[in-house]
């Protein structure tokens, strides 16, 4: 099993970059975030993997930036330019496959508890 902790959500003002951050129990294949608005499915955002190849999802790309922290087992996500369109729960994910890759929402392995992420206008 793999734990999740999650932490940097909030209330931001558009044009704004706050910083996620999920520790890891231990180390998985790749790790990433993911988010969830109210009455909306939860859409894969960033991921990265062992050899740090990194994925983004088209909504923000450009904006956002996944990286890790490979001694302490956590993963980041730098968000910049905030929009209020991307107001959701944030969720870190686990993985023993390649997120982000061919695995599908509903494959993950492992999820945190989620961070609520509300931009304001």
């Known amino acids: 099993q793999v734990q999740l902790v999650e932490s940097g959500g909030g209330l931001v003002q558009a044009g704004g970059s706050p910083r996620l951050s999920c520790a890891a129990s231990r180390r998985t294949f790749s790790m990433g975030w993911f988010r969830q608005a109210p009455g909306k499915e939860r859409d894969f955002v960033a991921s990265?993997?062992?050899?740090?190849?990194?994925r983004y999802a088209d909504s923000v790309k450009g904006r956002f930036t996944i990286s890790r922290d490979n001694a302490q087992n956590t993963v980041y996500l730098q968000m910049n330019s905030l929009k209020p369109e991307d107001t959701a729960v944030y969720y870190c994910?686990?993985?023993?496959?390649?997120?982000?890759?061919?695995?599908?929402?509903?494959?993950?392995?492992?999820w945190g508890q989620g961070t609520q992420v509300t931009v304001s206008s």
């Open positions: 994910a686990a993985d023993n496959g390649p997120l982000g890759g061919s695995r599908s929402t509903a494959s993950v392995d492992y």
């Open positions: 990265i993997w062992i050899s740090d190849i990194t």
